[in-house]
């Protein structure tokens, strides 16, 4: 019965191959009655394998062909003699399939390959860059964005992401807060469930080939690179390890990632991909972590070059021991784990354990009874469907962040700048307003620039449809252009129009891995260009396209409207177009505090209060201390200078077309039993004349700890729908565990005490109601 189902799927495998695989239908008869033989259970595989063989499920390698007939004669060679257990990169059918092919018909035992990529934010239709995915505070976007990702993926044969990045981020210099869920440790865990869960399904083992595994990465602190500087050493003591970068990594153990992949960062003295603490203690005893660990791009021998390991085969030595199942691109598990094994300093035994999990995956993903791709789901690809979903995602990851009523006369008339009104002319200014490849941003390796709708080609459909009239002059020809020759002729048509629509920004170069910034201004002549706009007089309206918070200390005052569009995706035009326009209301919201100069950071809402608060005490910017004052005459607080305490708009901010007011936040009982659940509520009501969808969010501060608590964490938060003039009342229940915390032995602590609790619109509003807890 086995073989005859096996039959039929090799069969319809048999018949779907691409054309440098048909002679594999012929050989289908041999295959299948290998391949059933030897498959029955991972454990009964791993008998039957040589020791090379087992180590060979250990390699990951990397291959970059497009035909089946690029790959290259010792790729095939090294699949054949079962040398290689997964390749990363590879983006077509054709040769994940001959890949597969060799693997299962030709290597030893007929065991498949699990093929890799990236796939990021998107494959094909490219979705907002995952800090955009974050501003939606919608966790259902994010997990049909993670879905379409895997259908286009898996129609190309991949059936393994690295994704999500759960790395918290604190400090926009790092170059990969892009790829992050932003600097809060419950919202990144919630959009990191929905994400695992999009790529995954309900069961990765339910057998839909258009599931693909996840990848929790990067484990564990590699946010925390000192000065935002990518690749650099960490130090994250305890209990902040665990407090604030362990639980988006917990929960998303919890909704079962597939893998878990190590990261670059040496923490506290030991490279991540050799630390015995973070994979072995930390995942798999106290996670209970069950799947594959996977070391990132050459992780492991880069542990020699840290100065944590002498050598490569030191390395692989102590990567196996810490308990990395599969090396990532380099070769020292290949090149030395049968010698260690043999000098008896690793037991075949450990390696088993790892063989084991890869297997295991395998098998969760069908890919022995399925190793092939239907090329006929080519057509899967790019469905419009999947551009209408990655245009509502990239809506409402737009935080509308400014929005005045202009002080020139004519145009203050009209109120608040945004919406646009019909009929008004635009003046689309900006090196990104038609920014087809910039808009997809970092990690949009299979995205096509021709698919993407840029802002010109969104304002030219509107155009079209008689809602808007403009004139296009770009000014800078991109983000970083320092010229100023294109300057008159843009001022000319600031003049002309009614309202300017500024689209600028940072190109996706100046974002992602490898990619920090150590000056997060708008790069180029950018904020010339911008003063230049203002002084026509003509209302601004700037639209930014970046991979972090941008420094807009200098130039803000001249913007009338401020929207941050990240690096929208494919569909960036049309959406960003929608809620200019007012077709879709502003809902987005910040997953990062944004500050007032890169010399903040790292900046994040949820710090220390220390014992010098700055707003408890009067203090003076620099600017205004008198000559020769005595240091000890002004106050002492934790602020700077020149910068103040407060950022340029706390995390959690966004506005709406709408008002909504915040009142009558109670309890019904302020003093509780440990096991009684703490249920808080208030109310928020629609006071203007526009439907809104607000984001309430729950935040609680423990007042007094073992070890000193955040001024404020984020609980929990709902996404309530508000038409104008309408009233809820939002109820947030909480148990005592949601109040635990790792104290500084590392124990999962509640502690009875007093806390503060506050239901508000962003993370420095509202005033606290407080309660205790015995
Ligand atoms: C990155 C990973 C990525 C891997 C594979 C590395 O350089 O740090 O996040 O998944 O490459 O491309």
């Known amino acids: 019965m086995i073989i005859l189902s096996l039959f039929h799927g090799g069969l319809r495998h048999g018949l779907l191959v691409t054309k440098g695989l048909r002679c594999c239908a012929a050989a289908l008869a041999v295959s299948l009655c290998t391949v059933p033989l030897a498959w029955a259970s991972p454990e009964s595989l791993l008998a039957k394998m040589t020791l090379s063989q087992k180590i060979g499920q250990l390699q990951q390698s990397h291959l970059e062909a497009v035909t089946a007939e690029d790959i290259p004669k010792e790729v095939k060679e090294a699949i054949r003699q079962g040398r290689v257990g997964s390749y990363l990169n590879i983006n077509t059918v054709a040769v994940a399939n001959e890949l597969q092919r060799l693997a299962v018909e030709e290597g030893p035992h007929g065991v498949p390959l699990l093929v890799a990529r990236d796939v ?39 059936r ?50 258009t599931h693909i595994a996840a990848t929790a990465k990067h484990f564990l602190g590699y946010g925390a690179a000192e000065a935002g500087r990518d690749y650099n050493t960490t130090y ?19 909704a079962g990632s597939a893998s878990i992949m190590t990261a670059f960062n040496d923490l506290n ?25 996977v070391s990132d791009w050459d992780s492991v021998v880069e542990t020699v070059v840290h100065g944590g390991a002498e050598d490569n085969k030191d390395a692989a030595y102590k990567a196996a021991k810490a308990g990395l199942d599969m090396e990532m691109v380099s070769t020292s598990y290949a090149d030395h784990l049968a010698a260690l094994i043999q000098e008896g300093k690793i037991s075949e035994l450990e390696i088993d354990q790892k063989v084991l999990r890869i297997l295991r995956l395998k098998a969760q993903l069908g890919l022995f009874e399925q190793p092939y791709t239907d090329i006929a789901r080519q057509a899967e690809k790019k469905h419009p469907k999947f551009h209408q979903t990655a245009k509502e995602v990239a809506a409402q990851s737009l935080v509308l962040l400014k929005n005045d009523v202009p002080s020139h006369k004519k145009a203050a008339k009209l109120g608040k700048v945004l919406p646009l009104k019909p009929g008004q002319k ?59 020759k294109g300057f008159k002729k843009a001022i000319k048509a600031a003049k ?11 190109e996706a170069a100046l974002s992602g891995e490898a990619h920090s910034r150590a000056n997060i201004r708008l790069p180029g002549a950018q904020e010339a260009l911008l003063a230049a706009l203002k002084q026509t007089g003509t209302p601004l309206v700037v639209v930014l396209m970046a991979g972090r918070q941008i420094e807009l200390h200098d130039v803000l005052e001249s913007f009338d409207s401020l929207v941050m569009a990240w690096h929208p995706g494919t569909m960036g035009g049309p959406a960003i177009v929608d809620v200019l326009t007012g077709v879709s209301e502003p809902v987005g919201r910040l997953p990062v505090t ?150 500084a032995k590392t124990q999962h602590v509640f502690e009875p005490g007093a806390f503060r609790a506050w239901i508000a619109p962003h993370a420095a509003a509202g005033k606290p109601l407080t309660f205790t807890v015995r």
């Open 594 to 743: 944004w500050p007032k100069m890169g010399g903040q950071l790292p900046m994040y809402y949820n710090h220390k209060n220390t014992g010098r608060p700055p707003q408890s005490r009067p203090f003076i910017m620099m600017d205004d201390y008198p000559l020769e004052a005595h240091q000890h005459s002004l106050g002492h607080a934790a602020t700077h200078m020149d910068a103040g305490y407060l950022p340029q708009y706390p995390f959690g901010f966004g506005l709406s077309y709408s008002e909504v007011h915040y009142s009558d936040l109670a309890m019904a009982k302020r003093v509780l039993a440990r096991d009684e659940a703490i249920r808080v509520s208030a109310v928020v009501k629609n006071t203007g004349l526009r439907p809104v969808t607000e984001v309430v969010q729950f935040y609680v501060q423990d007042i007094a700890g073992s070890v000193t608590r955040p001024v404020k964490e984020l609980k929990q938060f709902q996404r309530v729908v508000l038409a104008p003039g309408e009233a809820k009342t939002v109820t947030f229940e909480l148990s005592h565990k949601d109040l635990m915390f790792f104290n």
């Open 120 to 158: 990021i934010h998107g494959y094909k239709t490219i979705f907002p860059i995952p800090l955009g995915q974050a501003a939606t505070w919608n966790p259902d976007a994010v997990e049909q964005g993670a879905r379409i990702a895997a259908i286009e993926a898996s129609a190309d044969g991949i």
């Open 496 to 506: 002309w129009a009614d309202v300017i629509v500024y689209v600028g920004g940072e």
């Open 236 to 254: 994250i003591p305890e209990p902040l390890l665990h407090n604030q970068y362990l639980p988006p990594f917990s929960a998303a153990v919890a």
């Open 426 to 484: 635009v003046a689309l200014i900006g090196p990104m307003v038609d920014a087809a490849h910039d808009q997809m941003g970092t990690w949009a390796m299979d995205g096509e620039k021709q698919d993407s709708i840029t802002v010109l080609q969104a304002f030219e459909q509107a155009k079209v449809k008689g809602s808007v009239q403009y004139r296009y002059v770009p000014g800078l020809d991109f983000s970083r252009d320092k010229s100023t």
């Open 160 to 209: 393994w992401t690295f994704a999500p990045m759960l790395d918290i981020s604190r400090d926009a210099r790092w170059g990969r807060i892009a790829e992050s869920f932003g600097e809060d440790p419950y919202l990144t865990s919630v959009m990191g469930v929905a994400s695992v869960m999009g790529y995954q399904g309900k069961d990765l083992s339910q057998g839909d080939s």
């Open 269 to 293: 003295g030991v490279p991540a991909s050799i630390s015995s603490y973070l994979m072995d203690t930390i995942l798999r005893q106290e996670l209970a972590y069950k799947g594959v660990i």
